[in-house]
């Protein structure tokens, strides 16, 4: 695996969104905190755009991601907004250009699909970050957010969580992977899926039914994923549902009954997917993970 050079003052950061709209009002803040830490800013022609659900045509949220990454002065691209729209897009685009100048793309939720085909196709890492909205004033001095710009310019990265009744004790090293479930799952079988063998993978969801999860996890499951791993790293499991008739397990419960067979750590309450604090993890680079009693700790391995 190889990764994007790391940021210096006066990199250049292109914003653009290939999935859901978002508005300028939103991006503006995202472009204030960027160029305080002393960061150039690109803003593409889909920010602001708007096509019914999507931030622009197929075609134009297309040209504008594909001029991002051939922009040879573009040095890490930041997502506008997740929602959906990438794997409308991802089989068209051309990576020459990013082969030639690696650049951090930045991003979670529906962003799952370029980081996996990235890693998948390419070798290459990238960061499972906040996108715009999460950039503010008030937030720009926060941990998770600080947390981002060390990501970018390469400085130390480790997390503790909390602990949880369903860890699995165990110390493991391995190749970051994954990102959001229902992604993961859209994956398999196309050029982008998510490679877990001998790897840590992470997860997260939102606002998805309990029987739903539980069918993912298993399309997982049948598919090999789960078989050869590291360890399991579970962030946020946001806004759960249940049916008028219960599912009969807690989303924790579904997930480790998947696992309870393999001997790999698991951890839970990992703080990164769809809620405010949300941590930058570094796709497709070597981390440790170490699960006991007092929590979880995930550290990048340079």
Known sequence: MSHPQYLKQGSVIGITCPAGYVSEERVA???????????QVKTGKTVGKGAFYFAGTDSERL???????????????LMGRGGYGMSRLIDQLDFKGMIQKP???????????????????FGMASLHSPMCGAFRSSTKDTDHIKNFRAALTGGALSY???????????????????????????????????DTKGKILFIEDIDEYLYKMDR???????????????????????????TERPFG????????????????????????????MNYTLSLGMKHK??????????????
């Open 63 to 77: 040209a504008d991601l594909q001029d991002m990454l051939d922009d040879r002065e573009v040095d890490a691209i």
């Open 103 to 121: 650049k951090w793309i930045c991003g979670f939720s529906d962003v799952t699909v370029l980081h996996n085909h990235l890693q998948n196709n």
């Open 29 to 39: 803040p995202a472009v204030e905190v960027l160029q305080e830490w002393g960061f």
């Open 160 to 194: 503790q969580t909390e602990t949880s009744p369903f860890n699995r004790a165990g110390e493991t090293e391995g190749i970051l992977t994954g990102g959001n479930l229902s992604l993961l799952t859209h994956l398999i079988g196309s050029v982008s899926e998510v």
């Open 249 to 276: 397990q807690t989303i924790e419960e579904i997930i480790y009954d998947k696992v309870k067979e393999y001997n790999y750590p698991v951890c839970f309450k990992f703080p990164c997917g769809h809620e405010d």
């Open 289 to 302: 993970l170490t699960v006991n009693g007092s929590g979880g700790n995930l550290e990048l391995i340079r």
């Open 216 to 242: 993912m996890l298993l399309t997982l499951k049948r598919a090999g994923k789960l078989d050869h791993i590291k360890g399991l790293i579970v962030g946020y499991l946001t806004q759960m549902q249940d």
